[in-house]
Nanobody, 114 residues
Framework: QAQLVESGGNLVQPGGSLRLSCEVS????????MAWYRQAPGDQREFVAR???????TYADSVRGRFTISRDDSENMVWLQMDSLKPEDTAVYYC????????WGQGTQVTVSS
């Protein structure tokens, strides 16, 4: 059973950058499409980005050009590089298998504010 631990969230000013990390244990992620999601207060969890085992990436319109998802299957790790952050990016960020999620981790809080 997969266990996911997200980290790297912080308070950052608009225009700043953060790099989120997701460590997966309990199984080998190399055959799975992995994704990042986020949930802002009062909103439903939403898709942010995904990456296939071959490295093909897809992004939500709201983050395309600013965020970059990557993975290292040898380390069972997934990352989300977030640049040009905006206040509307404020949310708890989660990683998981795309479309068929395992049990959710605790997420990592990203707050974009001056």
């Amino acid at each position: 059973q997969a266990q996911l631990v997200e980290s790297g969230g912080n308070l950052v000013q608009p225009g700043g950058s953060l790099r989120l990390s997701c460590e997966v244990s309990g199984l080998d992620i190399s055959v799975y499409v992995m994704a990042w999601y986020r949930q802002a207060p009062g909103d439903q969890r939403e898709f942010v980005a995904r990456i296939t085992p071959r490295g093909t990436t897809t992004y939500a319109d709201s983050v395309r050009g600013r965020f970059t998802i990557s993975r290292d299957d040898s380390e069972n790790m997934v990352w989300l590089q977030m640049d040009s952050l905006k206040p509307e990016d404020t949310a708890v960020y989660y990683c998981n298998r795309f479309l068929q999620p395992w049990a959710w981790g605790q997420g990592t809080q990203v707050t974009v504010s001056s």
